[in-house]
Nanobody, 128 residues
Framework: QVQLVESGGGLVQPGGSLRLSCVGS????????IGWFRQAPGKEREAVSC????????YYADSVKGRFTISRDNAKNTAYLQMNSLKPEDTAVYYC?????????????????????WGQGTQVTVSS
């Protein structure tokens, strides 16, 4: 059974940090592109950070550059999103996704439709 399970969300004060984890089971995460997406109430789901499955190139949304870091530990079948200097506008449900395509351009990497498996989401709330 293919599954992605996120963890690590929670309530944090502005300026704080969280690390989200995404554990895959039933498939080998190494072969897949990984995307972290988020969705705030009333807003569309947006790509936050993604990592390619070929050359491990990465994408970061402008709003998180310099603050978030995506990584993967293939031995643990796990992907991470380290989030530092959190802001209230980072508040959202965060989802990890895994996709298997022959080639991911930057545009494909950011597109939720190019991912095959999704986790259930984890809430991140940044508030004082």
């Amino acid at each position: 059974q293919v599954q992605l399970v996120e963890s690590g969300g929670g309530l944090v004060q502005p300026g704080g940090s969280l690390r989200l984890s995404c554990v895959g089971s039933g498939f080998t995460l190494d072969y897949y592109a990984i995307g972290w997406f988020r969705q705030a109430p009333g807003k569309e789901r947006e790509a936050v950070s993604c990592i390619n499955n070929n050359d491990y190139s990465t994408y970061y949304a402008d709003s998180v550059k310099g603050r978030f870091t995506i990584s993967r530990d293939n031995a643990k079948n796990t992907a991470y999103l380290q989030m530092n200097s959190l802001k209230p506008e980072d508040t959202a449900v965060y989802y990890c996704a895994a996709g298997l395509r022959t080639y991911y351009s930057l545009e494909r990497l950011k597109n939720p439709l190019e991912y095959d498996f999704w986790g259930q989401g984890t809430q991140v709330t940044v508030s004082s």
